[in-house]
């Protein structure tokens, strides 16, 4: 009996929608600097174009390695990389939580406004992401998973 | 949990490398497992073990809860 592997099929799915996720969100925060940048937001642009090159720059490193990986024959995912997208999943949610009940708490007393709601969407679902990332990066370093 | 991963792979030779793919596993979980780091499933156990041609009980040294 072996420890599961991905087949080269699903290998190539994930490759590509990996791919395909990083050009639309490089896409959405060049456009989104752009249409900011018009209205005379300079900085705030900046700072976006600067948030969706570090994302693109990730991304790319991400699909390099499980590229690289997959060349040498290993697999994409084994039973620790499982193990550590579940606890990584669990605490993303729970903490995600919070992260919608402060934004919404914040807003509501006038510590910054959002635009429109697809503007406050947006910060959440981008604070979702990165806190799944974090969350994903602390229990793929630690070593006891229990 | 102790484990003598590192010396039987020096006793076949064998990389990190090679002993994940012989697993079939990917290489940090090799990397977590030899520094004690990660408790392996019984069937991950038992494939590094037989890979390592030896048994559970020589590779794994269980030190119980503290």
């Known amino acids: ?146 | 949990m102790k484990t003598r991963i590192k010396e039987f792979r020096a006793r076949y030779d064998l990389t990190q490398e090679d002993l994940a793919k012989k697993v079939g596993v990917r290489r940090e979980t090799i990397v977590f497992l030899e520094k004690g780091k990660y408790n392996p499933s019984l069937q991950l156990a038992h494939d590094v073990a037989t890979a390592l041609k030896t048994n559970i009980e020589e590779l794994f040294i269980f030190e119980g809860k503290k």
């Open chain 1, 1 to 146: 009996m072996k420890t599961k592997n991905n087949p080269k099929g699903n290998d190539k799915t994930i490759l590509l929608s990996v791919g395909i996720l990083a050009v639309l969100l490089f896409s959405t925060f060049v456009l989104f600097a752009v249409t900011i940048f018009k209205k005379g937001a300079i900085i705030e642009s900046a700072l976006s174009l600067i948030i969706g090159v570090i994302l693109l720059v990730a991304l790319i490193i991400f699909l390099k390695r499980r590229y690289t990986d997959i060349k040498k024959g290993f697999p994409t995912h084994d039973e620790r990389s499982n193990k550590v997208m579940t606890l990584a999943g669990s605490k993303a949610f729970l903490i995600s939580v919070w992260w919608i009940l402060i934004i919404g708490w914040a807003s509501s007393n006038g510590w910054f406004q959002f635009r429109d709601i697809s503007q406050a969407t947006g910060a959440g679902i981008l604070g979702m992401a990165v806190i799944f990332g974090l969350c994903w990066a602390y229990y793929n370093r630690k070593g006891n998973l229990e």
